[in-house]
């Protein structure tokens, strides 16, 4: 998740366990229970743990300790949609964030934003930021965004995605949270990327800026931890914020901690649960001549739930494939509730009653209406065969359309395996053309012809970012009938993906036309 497991430094590569989480949640179980009769029966939303045990609890200078033990029930969460209202906390694990009008906004991890009703009815939301990479972002006045970008530049965003305001943010790299009018945002050190810099003692753990026009000062939160390897302080430091009218919550990213604060920074108690690879600070140790930091994740996010409890997520041990989810009574640092979840990367929805909805990423972005879905950017651009290609001339049909470029490494592995998935859909409704980036048709050609390609391929010739903004190459989209964006994925996680977008075709094609702004007929 963007917002959960990190890298190690500017510009270098993320540890293995990345490249291991990437595409678990991709293909979360397209054969999610359905509903039956419109009115699904549902279990209970927690049962007793037969294995609880009692928490112990100690002070430390005037801080309260809490070792939570085993919560004393199992949470149950349900894999059925919610039918009653609930907020989003986590899509794919990234922290979702509540804004004015009871809804949530989420970035979708391909340059955009998704924004969640109360009834998970989404509709997406491009940035103008001339393809730079957002990676956190928090509501900002007047229904507007607060973004931070892979290079720590903090902007400020109106309601339609253009930028208002933009400033370096005080972090190299920062995570945000704001409240749901956006008349402040908080910035921490982000888990997704840090610098190696030299601890500061005189830096704050967190930051608040109150000025919504984004002008003012930031104030200083609380205190840095200082690590004894010091050029470790942003790793040490990193972590996720939730944020209340009456306190702050903060998950430090690889310490078993959840560390409830007042506004001022005054720690009120801190939570331990136990979790094995927990380590008090990040070291750098030297393994066969080469350097490497000793730290493993622990905390994935955290999260105030619409019935004022702390959802905290995290790693439940050394592992890639699970995750764990407490639930906190957020005043006494209670643990009440626990469960381990079949993916770190998960879906999950909370209603007012405390009942969790373990939710398919698939159908929540595949059930969106049409009429939401945002229009392409229109292109009428030479084609590699000779002619043009234009967006009206695929009116009528499903279109995948995959931006690449001869120098792209990943497009050059992922180019193949569309080309097969293109000649396995035998409907005359699906069209595949690609546009290419190249400066120099010729490059393109020599792709081309290297791989014996049939499709169509619309040169570019070095300009498309200017116009759809993507973040990187290889990018493709899934458009509909009327030319709008179905959905979008960012580089290239091998098979798992391509049956994803397989799936997500299908669906496409059994819509049908449809009748405008509803959801879409069956073609049998």
Known sequence: MIDSLGSAGRGASRPAILGLLAVVAIGVGLGAARLVGGSPRRGPIAIPNPNATAPSEYVAGSVRHIETGSA????????????????????????????????????????????????????????????????????????????VDG????????????????????????????????SEVWLARSPARWSYTWADPTQPLLLRLSDPGGDGAFEPVGSMRIPEHVLLGELANAGHLAVSDDALYFAPFIRDEVVAMTRDGDTLWIAHRGLPQSVDEPKILVEDGEPEIDYAPVNLGIAIGPDDRLYVSSIPGFTTAESRLDVFERRSGRLLRTAVLDTPLPTLSVDGA??????????????????????????????????????DDLRGKVVLVNFWASWCAPCRAEMPALDSLR?????PEFAFITMNEDVNAAQAEAFISEFAFQFPVALGGGKLKADYHYLGLPFTVLLDRDGREVQRWIGFAGPDQIRVIRSVIDAELARGEGTPGEMGGHRH
């Open 72 to 147: 004393p029930e199992l949470l149950l969460p349900d894999s059925i949609p919610p039918s009653n209202p609930s907020r989003l906390l986590w899509f794919e694990g990234r922290a979702a964030h509540a804004t004015a009008g009871d809804q949530t906004i989420v970035l979708d991890g391909a340059g955009g934003l998704l924004r969640f009703d109360r009834n998970l009815r989404v509709r997406r939301i491009s940035f103008q930021l001339e393809g730079r990479e957002p990676t956190s972002v928090a509501p900002a006045p007047d229904y507007g965004y607060w973004i």
């Open 151 to 182: 290079d720590g530049q903090l902007f400020l965003l109106d309601e339609f995605g253009m930028v208002v305001k933009q400033r370096q943010a005080p972090f190299p790299y920062a995570t945000l949270r704001a409240d749901s009018a956006g």
């Open 354 to 391: 405390g009942r969790v909805y373990l939710l398919d990423p698939f159908r929540l972005l595949t059930g969106v209406a049409p009429a939401d879905r945002q229009p392409f950017h229109p292109f009428a651009l030479p084609l590699l065969s000779g002619g043009e290609l234009s967006l």
């Open 423 to 427: 000649k396995s859909i035998d409907d």
